[in-house]
Every structure is written in C-alpha cells, then in structure tokens.
C-alpha cells in the first residue's frame, strides 16, 4: 500500500521540450521532486474533441515521494498550456535504497 513514503514517478507530456525544462527546474527547486528526466521527440496518438490527434511531444519523468503529488498537480495548475495535461503518478515497485533515501531527502517539505 502507498504511503507518503512511497517513490512515484509522475509523468507529464507537453509539445515544448524547453517548457518542460523549465517546469521541471522550477519544481526541483521548491523540492517537490528529487529529478525529472526529459524525453524528446514522443509521438502521441489520441482522441481529442471528438478526433484522432497525431502531435510529437515530450516526456518528463518526475521522481518523488507520493505526498507531493498534490503539491505538484496544485503547480501544474496554473503553469501548464494544456487545458488537460497528462499527469499520472506511477508507483515505484522497488527502488535501490540509496536512491529511494535520497528521493525522500530531497522531497521533504521544508
């Protein structure tokens, strides 16, 4: 069962690769994640108003604990172009222990 100890990942996408960056700084500075990867160059298909959407976009990997889910979603609020972003938190099964220490540092809340 997840607790507030438990590593997600939250994935978000968005079409600029550079706003991604930015987001991502933003958010390892206020210590709601550990790290975020960004993946250029992903090609989503999917059904938007009613129509099949083909657009390239890019992927960040956020790393953090679970009980900064909500603080991040509540950032992403205002700061995200999308009137819907893609934002799933996927549980972390197992993790390395030193990696799993150093997430839960880097994300307690000050």
Not at 23 to 50: H, K, Q, T
Not at 53 to 81: C, G, N, Y
């Amino acid at each position: 069962m997840a607790d507030a100890e438990t590593v997600v990942d939250v994935s978000i996408t968005a079409s600029d690769p550079e706003f991604l960056a930015g987001l991502v700084r933003e958010l390892v500075e206020a210590g709601y994640v550990a790290c975020g990867n960004i993946v250029p160059g992903i090609r989503s298909i999917y059904r938007w108003d009613g129509a099949v959407q083909d657009d390239r976009e890019s992927l960040a990997i956020l790393h953090t604990r679970r009980s900064r889910v909500d603080d991040i979603l509540a950032f992403l609020k205002d700061k995200h172009p999308d009137e819907t972003p893609q934002v799933i938190a996927t549980e972390a099964v197992q993790t390395h222990p030193g990696y799993r220490d150093w997430v839960l540092d880097s994300t307690r809340p000050r």
